[in-house]
Nanobody, 124 residues
Framework: EVQLVESGGGLVQAGGSLRLSCAAS????????IGWFRQTPGKAREGLGC????????IYADSVKGRFTISSDTAKNTVYLQMNSLKPEDTAVYYC?????????????????WGQGTQVTVSS
């Protein structure tokens, strides 16, 4: 069973940076994708980007391209979301999720396992 645990959320001022971590365990397959999503109350979950286990390739949503970076540390089984130049509209609960098929499709229906989420609040 895949387990994902996010950490690193908190309160940051606009223009600041924050790095989220996603500790992953329990993969049965060598090929998979870890994605980052966020959600605010009353809105659909938004895909931000994902990273592939085989080669570390990444894709990003246009809304965060150039500001957010996804990376991984395979020795620690951890995926990171580095968020720079944060804006108040980045305030949300952030989730990491796993796609056992490694599809690199940034839509939540392709992701089978989810972390519990971590709150990020950006003050103006």
């Amino acid at each position: 069973e895949v387990q994902l645990v996010e950490s690193g959320g908190g309160l940051v001022q606009a223009g600041g940076s924050l790095r989220l971590s996603c500790a992953a365990s329990g993969f049965s397959f060598e090929v998979y994708t870890i994605g980052w999503f966020r959600q605010t109350p009353g809105k659909a979950r938004e895909g931000l980007g994902c990273i592939h286990s085989s080669d570390g390739s990444t894709i990003y949503a246009d809304s965060v391209k150039g500001r957010f970076t996804i990376s991984s540390d395979t020795a620690k089984n951890t995926v990171y979301l580095q968020m720079n130049s944060l804006k108040p509209e980045d305030t949300a609960v952030y989730y990491c999720a796993a796609d056992d098929y490694g599809s690199m499709l940034l839509s939540e229906e392709f992701f089978d396992s989810w972390g519990q989420g971590t709150q990020v609040t950006v003050s103006s």
